[in-house]
């Protein structure tokens, strides 16, 4: 029999049992991480190295410096996720892994090694979707937390406004017709001066700004719950160069907070727009910006208003990490899906 044809038999027997152990790994952008998590939503351990300090002299991610990180600290980052959680290789009962969208060379080393170490253990292997997984990372914060529910996707690829049905699916509701929030933020944040990473230093200046000061454009979108960002950074751009011209100095704080502002603004009116008019009751946020003091701020508001519950992901799981892949992982492994050695990285992995 096959390995594929043995894990197929053996995820089947998984799927009705409780206390499932995942080894996730995720490398998918410059994160090198490992988590032991519990039926979905224990999270055993949790290790993240972060190459930021590897990045920063560049102004970004190089993908070739975290292809190679990724090949030295997978390993070890493995090794101590389990130790952390207590437990030997063999006590799992699958592993899993980011096989895309994210950078290729970076997801290449995650799959490699977690096709290497499932072959090995003869456990079965689970590949999952990055954007999955910063989904799933709501149910390790909320445990009680069921689909169906809306989630506003905002990471530094993508903007995305899903639904999350009862069946495990995931239906596009609204999307980025250019930038993702991400992008925007650290394109706004690199204008300003700040080091990479951008986005979350602009939040830290913005919370000194006067939001008022300056306005910037709100754009027009195809869909009525699309989002757009280049034309507000565009704007953002114009508007600081020609300060710089006049020889004046850039006022960062209030030019940060007006910045974070337009786009805050636009992702939660659109999100609410789509909520109202869709009947939605819940609301949850995912992905790296979801960090956003103003949006978490902002989206608390605006459901309470509404008398909508809202479903933020603890900070430590808003951006890469691997205990969200293990959660979607779970998911993955209960809907019968199992990878197999022909598993490669998918760096525009679609999960709609
Ligand atoms: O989800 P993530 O870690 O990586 C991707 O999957 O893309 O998201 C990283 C993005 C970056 O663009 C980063 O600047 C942004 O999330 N980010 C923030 C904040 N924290 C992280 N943007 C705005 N405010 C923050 N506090
Ligand atoms: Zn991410």
Not at 45 to 72: C, K
Request: glycine fraction near 8%; charged fraction near 20%; proline fraction near 4%.
């Amino acid at each position: 029999m096959s390995y594929h044809q043995r894990m197929q038999e053996k995820v089947a027997i998984l799927g009705a049992r409780s206390n499932l152990r995942i080894l996730a790994l995720e490398t998918s952008c410059d994160e090198t991480a490992a988590a032991v998590v519990e039926d979905g939503r224990r999270v055993l351990s949790n290790v993240v190295y972060s190459q930021i300090d590897l990045h920063t002299l560049y102004g970004g991610v190089v993908p070739e410096i975290a292809s190679r990180a990724h090949v030295e600290k997978v390993g070890p980052v493995a090794q101590l996720a389990l130790s952390e959680a207590g437990l030997d290789m063999e006590a799992l009962d699958a592993v899993a892994v980011t096989a895309g969208p994210g950078l290729v060379g970076a997801l290449l080393v995650g799959v490699s090694y977690a096709k290497g170490l499932a072959f090995a253990l003869d456990k079965p292997l689970i590949a999952v979707n990055h954007i999955e997984g910063h989904i799933c990372a709501n149910y390790l914060t909320w445990p009680e937390l069921e689909p169906p529910f809306l989630c506003l996707v905002v990471s530094g690829g993508h903007s995305h406004l899903m639904r999350v049905e009862v069946d495990g699916r995931y239906r596009l509701i609204g999307c980025t017709q250019d930038d993702a929030a991400g992008e925007a933020f650290d394109k706004a944040a690199r204008v300003l001066g700040l080091a990479y990473p951008g986005g979350p230093r602009l939040d830290a200046l913005a919370e000194e700004g006067d939001a008022a000061r300056f306005a910037l454009p709100t754009p027009h979108t195809q869909g009525r719950y699309d989002y757009s960002f280049s034309g507000l950074k565009t704007a953002f751009i114009n508007l600081t160069h020609q300060m710089k011209q006049k020889g004046q100095e850039l006022p960062a704080a209030d030019l940060a907070a007006s910045f974070r502002r337009a786009v805050v603004d636009q992702l939660v009116d659109r999100a609410m727009l789509a909520a109202a008019e869709l009947g939605e009751t819940r609301l949850a946020l995912a992905g790296g910006v979801a960090a956003n003091r103003l949006l978490r701020r902002q989206l608390q508001a605006a459901c309470d208003q509404r008398g909508m519950a809202l479903y933020l992901p603890e900070l430590k799981y808003c951006g890469d990490n691997a205990a969200m892949i293990g959660a979607a992982a779970f998911l993955r492994l209960k809907h019968g899906h199992v990878a197999d050695m022909a598993l490669n990285a998918n760096p525009a992995l679609r999960l709609v």
